[in-house]
């Protein structure tokens, strides 16, 4: 449980450094040049990616059920998940009213994705790993709120081409996880 909470903090705190330490990020940049700071943020994202993934894994060998959750929140899990990839699909889709009416939407989809992992699965490593995922994307929305407000940030306008090709983009992405991927990767099959 070590290995996957060490590669949480890695992971979620390189990404928090704007919520928490916006000036020690600054300074970093000013000090290594804004690819000295990617190439420092990638190395620790990718260790503590890897990390996470590793010990997700150690833990889900000896499992400790904190408790049992019903069959039909998989349902609502996969409801939920639906509408991440959509949602994030929206993130790299330009011109979409998803984004327009979200602003963030990858940190939305991250706690549509977390918030439904969350709800149907209750392992002491699950609840680590897509709470964890779920706080920080609390705090982020919040946090990235705050920002655009104080900076008076506006979304490019929205059309229905862009907003039809998110949905698309969304509902192929998860199909194709969901069907083929998830267990390949995960392994876990959808259910």
Not at 7 to 12: I, Q
Not at 99 to 114: E, F, Q, Y
Not at 142 to 154: E, H, K, N, P, V
């Given at each position: 449980m070590i290995v996957l909470i060490l590669?949480?903090?890695?992971?979620?705190g390189i990404h928090s450094l704007r919520i928490f330490a916006d000036d020690w990020r600054s300074a970093r940049i000013r000090q290594w040049g804004e690819k000295g700071w990617m190439a420092f943020a990638g190395a620790v994202s990718l260790i503590g990616f890897i990390l996470i993934i590793w010990g997700y894994g150690m833990a889900r060998l000896s499992p400790i059920v904190i408790w049992y959750p019903p069959i039909w929140l998989h349902h609502v899990t996969a409801l939920l998940s639906l509408l991440a990839f959509i949602i994030l699909a929206a993130a790299f889709v330009p011109g979409n009213h998803i984004?327009?009416?979200?602003?963030?939407?990858?940190?939305?989809?991250?706690?549509?994705?977390?918030f439904g992992h969350l709800l149907a699965n209750g392992m002491l490593a699950d609840i680590l790993l897509f709470g964890a995922f779920l706080v920080w994307s609390v705090l982020c929305f919040?946090?990235?709120?705050?920002?655009?407000?104080?900076?008076?940030?506006?979304v490019a306008a929205a059309n229905l081409k862009g907003t039809a090709i998110t949905v698309v983009a969304g509902l192929a992405g998860y199909l194709i996880f969901a069907f083929f991927l998830h267990e390949w990767l995960i392994g876990v099959p959808v259910k």
């Open positions: 590669g949480l903090a890695m992971f979620l984004k327009a009416a979200v602003k963030h939407p990858m940190v939305i989809a991250v706690k549509a994705w977390a919040r946090s990235l709120r705050q920002r655009d407000q104080a900076q008076g940030s506006t």
